[in-house]
Every structure is written in C-alpha cells, then in structure tokens.
C-alpha cells in the first residue's frame, strides 16, 4: 500500500460518501439495523432453554445474550456488510478512482469502513442500555475492558471483510464467501457459550478462532472477574489476528474488478 497515514480530513469525507451509499441501499441497510436485534431475541431463546450456563437465572441469560449480541452486531454489522460493500466499490471502479486521488489505500478502506464501525458502536450502546434493561441484566463491570474488545473487533473484522472480498467474485456471492467466518464464529468463538465450556481438544482449538479472543475481552468487560492471565492470552490472539489480517490484505486485496 502507498501509505499508511490517516487524514482526518479526508478520512471523514470518505465516510459520508460511504455513509451516503448505504443509507441508498436500503437492504443492506435494513440488514444492518435490524438483523442483530433480531439475532439477539434468537439467542435469548437458544440460552433460555440452556441448562449450566452459570450465574443467577434470568441476570444470567440475559448477560449471555448480551455479550453474544455484541458478537452478532460485529459479524454482521462490520464482516459481512462490509465484504459486500468492498466488492460493490471494487466493481464499480470506485475504489481505482480514489487510489489515483490524495487517498492512501488505508484511508481509503478505513473511510469505507467507517460508517459500519459508526452503526456497530451505536447498536452495542443501544444493547449495553436499552438491552441491559429489558434483559434484566447488569450494566458492563468493565466498561474501558468492554470498549476496547468492541474497538479491537471492528479493526479485526474490517481487516478480515477486506480480505474476504479479495477472494469474493461480485455482491451476490458474498453471503457465501463470508459464511465459513460466520459459522465459525457462530459456533466456535464464544457466542452462544464460552469456548471454554466445550470439549478439552475443541475448547483449545476454538479459542484460537479470529473472534474467539475478542469475545473473551467482551464476556470479561460486561461480567468482570476475568483472571490476568485469561485476559492477556485473549488480548494477544486478537492482536495476532489483527497482524495476520493487515499483512494479507496487503498482500491480496484486489483494487480493480477480476478480467
């Protein structure tokens, strides 16, 4: 990539461009807006019906279906939203137009980015109050701890969404490219039930999935109580993945349509 500074200048006019183009997109948009509160009454569901899950009935389930909307607005709000909008300004030429203006590749991706991290910050506040309430649940113990997973999640799935799409031939084929990251994350990292509650060898090899560290820090930031040890290893396997994420998508990222 030819640089990587940030102008805020640009980097905000990126971004209501961006922004301008999603509101347009009315089904992504509904996707976007209403998919994780939907996914948050099916978890809700799925943990009631759960036995073991911990904690003290109803503040229980509730904070488990908490932490696991948080999971569902970062894999749908940021992944996969933003897989389909990279392939759309790719094919569309957009993304070659702006490389040959003022704009770095990265601020061209982060300002394509931007608007989603807005709206998945904006459905966990809503989740962390609105939510909390009406789930009968405690407020985060760790708020900083709870704002830096989220904060660490959408770096980590903004890097991944634009590597997805380097591998995703037009919009229509990303709900398939991005559903191996989703059922991973779905099953494996900690949405539904903590990775460590599973199997010995499983729980091990599910705890090194890309989300699983960040749902760790998020479990830890909304409950508290976290070991230093638990937290460090979370913190580590999210920074590795964002690591991988950033020199693969310099490596493949694709800036014009495939001929």
Request: glycine residues 12%; aromatic residues 4%; proline residues 4%.
């Amino acid at each position: 990539m030819n640089t990587l500074t940030l102008h805020p200048g640009r980097l905000a006019a990126l971004g209501r461009s961006e922004l301008t183009l999603l509101v347009r997109n009315r089904a992504a948009l509904t996707v976007a807006l209403l998919m994780p509160l939907l996914m948050v009454f099916v978890l809700r569901s799925t943990l009631g019906g759960v036995d073991g899950i911990g904690g003290e009935g109803a503040t229980a389930i509730g904070e488990a279906t908490l932490t696991g909307g948080i999971g569902m607005v970062l894999i749908l709000v940021v992944y996969m939203n933003l897989v389909s909008a990279y392939v759309a300004r790719r094919e569309e030429l957009v993304l070659k137009r702006l490389r040959t203006g003022e704009a770095g590749d990265l601020e061209i991706l982060a300002g394509t980015a931007l608007p989603a991290a807005v709206l998945a910050v904006g459905q966990v506040l809503v989740l962390a109050l609105a939510g909390a309430a009406a789930l009968d649940a405690r407020m985060p113990r760790e708020p900083l701890l709870l704002a830096a997973a989220v904060l660490g999640g959408i770096v980590l799935l903004a890097g991944a969404s634009a590597l997805t799409s380097s591998f995703t031939r037009n919009v229509e084929s990303a709900g398939i490219t991005t559903l191996p990251l989703f059922l991973l994350t779905v099953l494996g990292s900690g949405l539904f039930l903590p990775a460590d509650s599973l199997p010995g060898k499983l729980a091990a090899v599910c705890e090194l999935l890309p989300l699983s560290g960040v749902m760790t820090l998020v479990r830890a930031g909304w409950t508290g109580g976290a070991e230093a040890g638990d937290l460090l290893t979370a913190g580590l396997t999210t920074l590795a993945w964002i690591m991988i994420t950033v020199f693969a998508v310099q490596k493949w990222f694709r800036w014009e349509p495939r001929r």
